[in-house]
C-alpha cells in the first residue's frame, strides 16, 4: 500500500463518514503504513472481541498451542481451588460455543467490579451441564482471551 493509496483511504473515509478507527497495513519487508482516525479511547466494539478471540483460538490450535477439547482449567491450574463444581469438565470448544453450562453472565458494555473477572467467571455455579445448552455471554469469551494469552 503506498503512501498515495492511504491517502485516497482516508479521503473516502472523511468524505463517506465511514466512522473507521484506523488503518495499518503491514506487508513482509516494507515499513508499515498507517493512520489513526481517533485516539485510542476505550470503547464499546460489542461482539466484535469474540471474532478476534475466535480467530485467535484457531490459530493458537493450528500451532499446537491448544486442543478446543482440551479443559479451562488445564491451562489455568491455580483457578482449580475456586472453580465452582463441575467447571473442571469445562472444554474450550464449549466456552468458544457458548456451551459452558456457567451461570456467569458478562457483557462488554458493563463496567468489571471484581478485582479478576476470570475468577468471577471460574467460581460462577454451573447452571447446566458443559455442552447441554446455549447461552450468549462474553464470560466464555473473556476466559478463553485469558488461555490465548497463557499459550501465546
Not at 519487508?29 to 464499546?44: A, K, Q, S
Not at 491448544?66 to 482449567?73: P, V, W
Not at 489455568?76 to 472444554?91: F, S
Amino acid at each position: 500500500m503506498s503512501a498515495e493509496l492511504l491517502d485516497d483511504f482516508v479521503r473516502a473515509d472523511r468524505d463517506r463518514a465511514l466512522g473507521t478507527y484506523g488503518i495499518h497495513v503491514h506487508r513482509e519487508g516494507h515499513p508499515p503504513v498507517e493512520h489513526r482516525f481517533r485516539p485510542d479511547d476505550r470503547v464499546n466494539v460489542y461482539s466484535v472481541a469474540k471474532t478476534f478471540t475466535s480467530v485467535a483460538v484457531g490459530l493458537a490450535e493450528a500451532e499446537g498451542r491448544l486442543s478446543l477439547d482440551d479443559r479451562l482449567l488445564d491451562h489455568l491450574p491455580e483457578l482449580r481451588p475456586i472453580a465452582a463444581d463441575g467447571l473442571g469438565a469445562v472444554t474450550l470448544r464449549q466456552l468458544l460455543t457458548m456451551t459452558s453450562g456457567t451461570s456467569h453472565r458478562w457483557f462488554a458494555d458493563e463496567r468489571i467490579t471484581a478485582a479478576d473477572l476470570l475468577h468471577e467467571i471460574v467460581a460462577a455455579p454451573l447452571a447446566a451441564a458443559p455442552g447441554t445448552r446455549f447461552a450468549y455471554t462474553g464470560s466464555g469469551p473473556y476466559a478463553l482471551g485469558r488461555v490465548i494469552a497463557r499459550v501465546g
